[in-house]
């Protein structure tokens, strides 16, 4: 055996390499032993050991000589590894030209064997000899056997790699969900995901949340803590396109993952907007890459992102799932978080309510008990009829305020609980709300507030006593807030629907503020200034809408404010 450099028994060098082999645990050291085996018992000058992912071979394992292996080689190329790991050939070059070299000196020879377990090929032994030398059959029948032992190392390696990822990816989807499961704060329960993902699963990893039509960068983690920096800064100068037909936008939009396997320079040249988002991309020097969804109760709302970058790896299609699925569980859990969020505020809401009620419902109740206690001294002396009727008038008008607020509290429950029934019947709009307005005579006089009113005939389908329910409320406000100024009343039919302003020129509504008003128990002004439950609005605004029509304000701080109601009228005949 010519080619084999010790004279021993083949059988006992076999029998060596096996004992070799049996002690390694990683693939990178099933490589390593079988490189340093075929090298030492070939006499090669230099070899390489690839493993094939997908439709890659990666080198795991080198010897160094006159040229360095390609770190990966795609199978369709037309090199000997590729060739070999596809056809699971081994090949001999007895006698191998160096490309690019005319001259006969460095002219060598070279042996790529298969790596073949249960007719799959499971990578390549690449070898090569500075000297020329051929291959004998005893020589390929030994090589044959030396790569079916190696083979065997490595399948065995890979094959414990991935029980030990089974078993790694059970206890982070454990760890995942305990920690999900007991965190009610969405924030910091996004940092501590991102933070469990890396560096395991990821290099970097960032989560984002839907907030209005964008995203929101919650948290995010990276092996290198500079670069958290570094891609906070390249996502605020060059926030995510929203228009792209790949990346968070189109996951969130279409709730479906997406896998970069390979990250080829294209697609980083293709994504980027101008030369420094490509230098600062390239920066991060991102090799493999996916996304998923956030997705509960049928709607998306964010993504993850997991990128392998400096550790150079990449994610394959079983990684996705488990990405899947610990992000179904952390959209349950923001999901939770938010609801609880939501039941917490809206339990304040209520106490405070609840408090605020207590007070408002005591105003007239005192004013009625002050006027019957002064009734019953007066009836210990002489009663003249005058005294009686400003009391009494009095009395009344405490004890009406206190109705119309058991109302409003009871209008709540019966319009939370979808009992807000509408009665319509010819009503004439115009008419309606002026006589609305003269209820209002006294309060307007006692405010000092003049009113004036411009209506056209407006005629419709109406709920008489729920629209005039609106009207007052409207006008009360305009009153409340108008600091004693003009409040101007208009009805009118306009597009064919009938529409009333109610104007004032009071302390006016800020922006901000323009929306929540319509909001139940919310308001824009303290208590103690303003008597009020925070609820006229939103029952106005209930009833409108159910009617069909539209409750707005155009207002600014000071300037005072302008309700406008758009009712449909529908159709009157006979009214
Ligand atoms: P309430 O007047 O009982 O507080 P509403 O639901 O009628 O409740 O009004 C909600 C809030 O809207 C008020 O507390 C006040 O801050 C604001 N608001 C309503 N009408 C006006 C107005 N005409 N001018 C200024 N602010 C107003």
């Not at 032992?149 to 989807?173: I, K, N, T």
């Not at 991102?194 to 290099?203: G, I, K, Q, S």
């Not at 907030?211 to 891609?231: F, L, M, N, S």
Request: aromatic share 4%; hydrophobic share 45%.
């Amino acid at each position: 055996m010519a080619a084999i450099e010790s004279e021993d028994d083949p059988l006992a060098r076999l029998q060596a390499t096996a004992i070799a082999l049996a002690q390694v645990m990683t693939p990178v050291e099933a490589a390593q032993a079988a490189l340093e085996q075929a090298v030492g018992l070939f006499g090669a000058s230099a070899g390489a050991v690839y493993l094939r992912y997908g439709d890659e071979l990666r080198v795991q394992a080198e010897l160094v000589g006159a040229h360095p292996a390609f770190p990966t080689v795609r199978l369709g190329e037309a090199v000997p590894v590729a060739q070999v790991a596809l056809s699971g050939e081994h090949t001999y070059f007895d006698s191998l030209q160096e490309p690019g070299r005319a001259d006969s000196s460095r002219v060598s020879s070279g042996v790529v064997l298969a790596l073949e377990v249960k007719t799959k090929v499971i990578g390549v032994i690449a070898l090569s000899f500075e000297v020329r030398r051929s291959f004998d059959r005893d020589d390929r029948r030994f090589a044959g056997a030396i790569a079916a032992q190696c083979a065997l190392a490595l399948d065995r390696a890979l094959l414990l790699e991935r029980e030990r990822d089974v078993g790694e990816r059970s206890a982070f989807l454990a760890a995942a969900s305990d920690m999900l499961a007991l965190s009610l704060d969405p924030g910091a329960v996004l940092q501590q995901l991102a933070e469990l993902v890396v560096p395991r699963f990821a290099d970097w990893c960032a989560v984002e949340l839907v907030e209005g039509d964008e995203t929101r960068q919650h948290a995010v983690a990276h092996v290198d803590p500079a670069k958290v920096i570094w891609a906070a800064t390249l996502r605020d100068k060059y926030p995510p396109d929203r228009s792209e037909p790949r990346g968070l936008y189109h996951v969130v939009r279409t709730g479906k993952s997406e896998i970069y396997e390979t990250i080829p320079d294209g697609l980083v040249e293709q994504a980027a907007v101008d030369a420094e988002h490509l230098r600062m991309i390239r920066e991060l020097q991102m090799r493999s890459a996916l996304i998923v969804p956030l997705t509960v109760r049928g709607r998306t709302i964010g993504g993850l992102t997991a990128v392998w970058a400096e550790s150079n790896r990449n994610y394959t299609r079983s990684d996705l799932g488990l990405f899947e699925e610990v992000a179904r569980r952390a959209a349950l859990a923001i999901d939770n978080a938010m609801l609880v969020r939501d039941l917490e505020q809206a339990v304040q809401v209520r106490d405070d309510f609840l408090a605020a009620a207590g007070h408002e419902l005591k105003t007239p109740l005192a004013a009625l008990q002050m006027q019957i206690e002064s009734l019953q001294r007066m009836l210990a002396r002489d009663v003249t009829p005058a005294n009686l009727e400003s009391r009494l008038d009095k009395a009344a008008r405490a004890s009406t305020r206190l109705g119309r607020l058991i109302d409003e509290l009871l209008d709540v429950s019966r319009i939370t609980a979808g009992r807000l029934r509408l009665d319509p019947e010819p009503v004439l709009l115009d008419e309606l709300v002026r006589e609305v307005a003269e209820r209002f005579a006294d309060q307007l006089g006692a405010a000092g507030c003049t009113l004036q009113v411009t209506t056209a005939p407006t005629r419709g389908l109406l709920d008489r006593s729920r629209i005039d329910q609106v009207a007052s409320n409207l006008i009360a406000n305009a009153i409340k807030y108008g600091r004693g100024g003009l409040v101007e009343l208009e009805v009118a039919t306009e597009q064919g629907e009938g529409v009333v302003r109610v104007r004032d020129h009071g302390i006016g509504i800020a922006p901000a503020e323009q929306q929540r008003i319509f909001e139940r128990f919310e308001r824009a002004v303290e208590n103690r200034s303003f008597g009020g439950f925070g609820l006229g609005l939103w029952i106005a605004r209930q009833i409108v809408e159910a009617s069909g029509g539209t409750i707005t304000v155009m207002s600014a701080p000071r300037s005072g404010a302008m309700f406008e109601v758009r009712l449909p009228l529908g159709t009157t005949e006979g009214a």
